[in-house]
């Protein structure tokens, strides 16, 4: 079997990565007095413009008709340079109101007319056709839609229908937190998990943005190491050194073929498709947290300095690494599959 992305797929994601490496790179989140909410917001409709919401939405929704291969590569470019999860927001949003009779949003969040964020679920929560706990909702818009996802399905919600609304700081600064609890509420639009793979595309997709930062992270710290010098020669030609560059190769290589692995899977019986997505999100996290402290340490003393951009991945591996559940959470799933022969 050939899982090398083909000539079309290459081209999407070289795309991808030349838009956002010119209008959003990591480094955009170094500058302190930028609102980063409002300028990812900013960006939307070029999001939009390059069908990026729609990307693997079937054509009578809306989308442009692609598949979760080339989704993948695009949420791994996302994952490189740190842009909004919320644009994965906007796509579940979009689908879940076209599968639920909401034509006209789902053409709304499209074209980026209405934006989308995610929520995620901070304890016990309740997703269905009634919604309650508690969430962290990243970037909130009060004029926008929140989704929140987990293994029952994906729910699409209006902010002022959280309870006690408030900001938190955020460890990740290229994003905005807010707390707030559902009581009860009735959702705009509901999808359960039997109607459609949603909370697996979901996991999916953010393991492939978990890649994407630990492949950032990696490719930052190998630059490091071959530009710095000690005792007259190169930092990457110490044997130590290089045994941290082949562990995060090794880390990223096994990540994105169990992001690939679980793609594929999408369209699976459930347990093949819930082991495999569970899989993909541990591993892929796993080594987005690994690079990322890696990056930091092989830049030394500058990597622990404001002013260096290793800490932004650090972050933000965080951050993936609790959406849709922790990696903790995934490694207890992953040891409920039952053994087979």
Not at 59 to 85: F, H, K, N, Q
Not at 102 to 126: F, K
Not at 128 to 154: E, H, M
């Amino acid at each position: 079997m050939d899982l090398l992305p083909d000539a079309e797929q290459e081209q999407i994601a070289d795309s991808v990565a030349a838009f956002l490496r010119a209008q959003a790179p990591a480094a955009r989140l170094l500058e302190r007095d930028r609102p980063h909410a409002s300028a990812e917001r900013g960006l939307w409709p070029r999001y939009a413009a390059l069908g990026w919401f729609g990307m693997g939405l079937a054509e009578d929704l809306g989308g442009v008709g692609y598949g979760p291969a080339e989704e993948a590569l695009l949420y791994r470019e996302i994952g490189r340079t740190l842009a909004s999860p919320n644009i994965l927001a906007a796509r579940l949003a979009a689908e879940v109101a076209g599968r639920t009779g909401q034509p006209d949003v789902g053409q709304s969040l499209l074209a980026g007319d209405i934006t989308a964020a995610v929520a995620n679920p901070t304890g016990r929560c309740r997703l269905g056709p009634r919604c309650s706990g508690r969430f962290q909702v990243l970037d909130a818009d009060p004029d926008g839609r929140v989704v929140a996802w987990n293994d029952d399905g994906v729910a699409v919600l209006q902010l002022n229908q959280f309870k006690i609304v408030r900001s938190i700081p955020s460890l990740d600064a290229g994003v905005s937190l807010a707390v707030g609890e559902l009581e009860d509420a009735t959702p705009s639009a509901w999808i359960s998990a039997q109607e459609a793979p949603l909370p697996a595309f979901a996991m999916v997709m953010v393991a492939a943005m978990a890649c994407g930062v630990a492949e950032a992270a990696a490719a930052s710290a190998l630059d490091y190491v071959k530009f710095r010098q000690q005792f007259g020669r190169p930092i990457g030609s110490f044997q130590a050194i290089k045994h941290h560059c082949a562990n995060m190769a090794l880390a990223n290589e096994a990540a994105w073929a169990q992001t690939v692995m679980a793609t594929l899977s999408l369209d699976d019986d459930t347990a093949t498709r819930n082991f495999e997505t569970a899989a993909a999100k541990f591993v892929s996290t796993e080594a987005a947290n690994l690079c990322a402290a890696l990056n930091v340490q092989l830049h030394g003393g500058l990597g622990y300095a404001a002013e260096c951009d290793a800490h932004l991945y650090v972050k933000r591996a965080r951050l993936l690494e609790q959406l849709g559940g922790a990696r903790r959470a995934h490694r207890d799933k992953l040891m409920s599959f039952p053994m087979t022969a």
